[in-house]
Structures are given as structure tokens and as C-alpha cells.
């Protein structure tokens, strides 16, 4: 029986260490019918010189700008259709593996359903392959927040079926002909949340996503993307987009929750006087009441005057003063090395591992402390309670660095915020009203409906 044509659609942005790994592991799959198509968005650290030498046979989409993951997938599936040659079309990240059968099972699944029209993997961690990453989720309607399954919950070994509402486009199969039919991806988000919408969208048309368990792939970790305040932006401006795309007449809730956590971010960062967050809410404000979407262009948020780098070998002299707090890079390897630097040179007491709370268990080895820095706990307890901190970053590639958003300097060292103490119930009492306010306008004079 003849594989049914599968067109792998992969979109890149100067990953191009991770993608030779994918490439290569692409290389192993036991599956034939297949073709690859790379999206490069105008990387600028040699990724398309590098496939056309040792990978001649993919094809190419050479991007005159970044156009995000939104983008580059859109161009992607948009030429997958135009050819009209494949069956199914495998959406990858760029940074992920596949095990080898990871793309036969999601073909059989859909296949043996034809209710069915995406199929998703697991994603394992890669750092910490015990650990599951995500196994796809539901939406809460009530709130418009996904709900991922499984996270950094030890992963376990089955063959069993999920339905469920969204998939990752992290590794997802889709048949060309729901892309006809449901359309590309909404450029309006650039980068998060626009996978998840697509499959929802999939799921409201009355079709059925599923997770295959024995299709599976590995994705590093997200550790990082909690500090960067672009990614912070997209992030919370596409939460609320989609929460006013798709709000139900009567419900507030999921529109005003999302302003209440900004509103709070803003105020926080102002009575700090560091400013670091305050540029980036009104940013997402201003360009959610203008319709402005997509990719934000040539815009600086401006992080506290107050931010100081100080060399790694000083490390001991800071902690002698503060409380030190790590907030991780992408790869897992860089905890190990901290834990292992750390513990030789400071006692331990006075050192923090910022991680959210479900995700500490993938660290149990090591004996740090932990601290949730999502949402207010990290605001309360670090920037605020503690005064000053310091906040490590060893990364010292520009393209990769935690704290490389066009803004503070990329070298080894350390980031040192002077924090100042605030009256969170008085905070709290002005982001509520400034909140509700926002609500009232928005949900009167919603851009999006």
C-alpha cells in the first residue's frame, strides 16, 4: 500500500544548531513518502547557506524579513496547497527531535479516523526526557486560558488515543484539505497562542484533534521566556486578542482577569521605579485599542535605569548583600552548571531557582530554592520583599541570551535590579479599578468583533 505524501513544513529564525539536530534526526524517520519544506526567516547566522550545501534536497522559502511563526508556517502550508501534491502537511518548531515512528503513528491515526482531522505528538522534555511537556489541552471557556495536558508530568510509555481541543504546532499532522477548508493561521498573533487557536478553530468546526501517544517528539524547555519582555508582550497582548476574538456575550471574566494581571504588572514596576514592565503593558493596551497586531516594529521597552551588569567571578560579593535569584536559559545544562559553580563558591541559603511550581519537579536533584515567578508571587517575594537582587545570566551568544531584547548588554555577568518595597493592597485596589474601566471600554468598543 502506497504511504499516503506528507509535506513537512518547518519555519526557522537563527536556530541553526537545533535545526541541523532535527534535520538529522529527520534523517532516521521509517517513513518515505515525504518532502521537507524550510521556511528561513531571514536567518542571519548562516541556516540557508548551510541546508542548501548539506541538505540539497529540501526545499527552501527564503523570507526577506522575519514574519514570526505565524508567518513562516502560513508560507509554508500556503505553498503546500498551491503545489497540490501532498495528502497531509507535519507542522515542526524548529528546535525539536523526532523519535523515528513519530510521524508513521500520527499518519495512521488519522488515517483509522476519519472523524479526525490533526493529529499531535507528546512532547518530552529535552532536557529532562522523564518529564512530559505537553500532551495537547483543553480550552477553559470560562476563563479563555488553555489548559495543557500533562505538564511536567513523568512521562509514560503508551499507545493509547487523546481527544482532545488543541495540539502543539510543535509537532502536529494535519490533512491538506482541512487547511482549505478552516484556512491558514491568524497572522494578527506573530508568535504564541496561534497554533492553539488554528486547532480550536479545527475543534469548532466539529472535527476531532487528537494526541497519539506513541508518536513522539522533544522540545527543550521554556524556562527562559518568562524573563524576555518581548516574548512577554506577544504573550499577554495575544492572550487577550484571543480573549476578546472569542468572548461570549455576558462573560467579563476572561477580558478583565487578563487586564487585573497587567494592570498589576504596570503598577508594580512603576512604585519599584524601575519602569521594567509599565512600558510593556501600555504597549499591549495602546495596540490592542488601535487593532495593531501582528509583528511589533522598532519598538525599545525601556528596563530600569537601575540595572546594573556585574562580572560572574563577583558573584560572591553580591551574595554577601542580597538575595540571588537564577532565572534559567533554555538549556538544561546551563542549571547544572550554576548548581555545580554555586555551591563551591556560596552557601546556598541566599539562592533561588525562579521556575513555575509545576515545573520544579523536573529539578528535584538539585538543592536549590525555588520560587514561582509567574504572575504576582515573583514581584511579591523578589522584587519587592527582598529590595535588591541579582538575577544571573551566563549566556553569551546575542542570538540566544536571556536578557538579549535589543536593550541590556550581552555579556557574562550578572543583572542586579535595585527593587524597592510597595503597598501590594493599595496596588492591588488600583489595578482593580483601573481594570474594570478597561473591561467596560473594550467590551463596548471591542476591535475584534
Known sequence: MTEPRVAIVIVTWNKKDYLINLLESLREIDYQNFSIILVDNASTDGTAEYVKEHFPDITLLLQKENIGGTGGFNAGMTYVVKQGKHDYVWLLDNDVKVEKDALRNLVLALENRLDSAVAGSVI??????????????????????????????????????????????????????????????????FLNLDDIEWTMRVSWAGYKVLIVRNSVIYHPSFWEKGTNLVYIYYQRRNRLYFALKYIKKGNFRPVFRILLGLYWLKYQSEEKRDGLFASVVEKIIEDIKSSKMGRIENYNFSPSKQVKLVKWNNICEI????????????KGDDIKSWYNNLKQEVSLENVFLGVEKDRRKCLSSFAFKYIDYAESSFFKKFLISFGKIAIISQETDKSESLFNIGLLPVEEGVLVFQGSKTNWLVTFIKAFFKAFSETRYLLRNNPFK
Open 124 to 189: 518530552r522534555n529535552m532536557d529532562f526526557p522523564d518529564f512530559t511537556v505537553s500532551a495537547g489541552g483543553n480550552l477553559d471557556e470560562k476563563n479563555m486560558i488553555p489548559v495543557n495536558r500533562e505538564r511536567n508530568s513523568v512521562y509514560i510509555s503508551s499507545n493509547g488515543i487523546i481527544e482532545v481541543e488543541y495540539a502543539p504546532s510543535c509537532s502536529f499532522l494535519t490533512r491538506v484539505k482541512i487547511i482549505k477548508e478552516i484556512g491558514i493561521f491568524d497572522e494578527n498573533f
Open 319 to 330: 551574595i554577601k548583600n542580597k538575595k540571588l535569584l537564577i532565572l534559567p536559559t533554555v
